[in-house]
């Protein structure tokens, strides 16, 4: 999800391994230059582990990063 609070609200019925935030960037419909005070918004309120692992985690094994 981007900028999307309805992806936030659906945490619960979704696996929280396959969920991931983007910000499209560098397309024009992205959440930049904004994309921190959006996460910080539609974050609030979810546990540190899991803001880590939608924001980082999940497309860090998406991909294979170390």
Request: no cysteine; charged share 25%.
């Amino acid at each position: 999800f981007q900028d999307d609070p309805a992806g936030v609200k659906m945490l619960d019925q979704l696996p929280h391994d396959k969920v991931m935030w983007a910000s499209d960037y560098p397309h024009p419909a992205s959440t930049w230059p904004y994309s921190k005070r959006i996460i910080e918004e539609q974050t609030q309120g979810l546990s540190p582990e899991l803001k880590q692992k939608i924001l980082y985690d999940n497309a860090r094994n998406l991909y294979n990063l170390p």
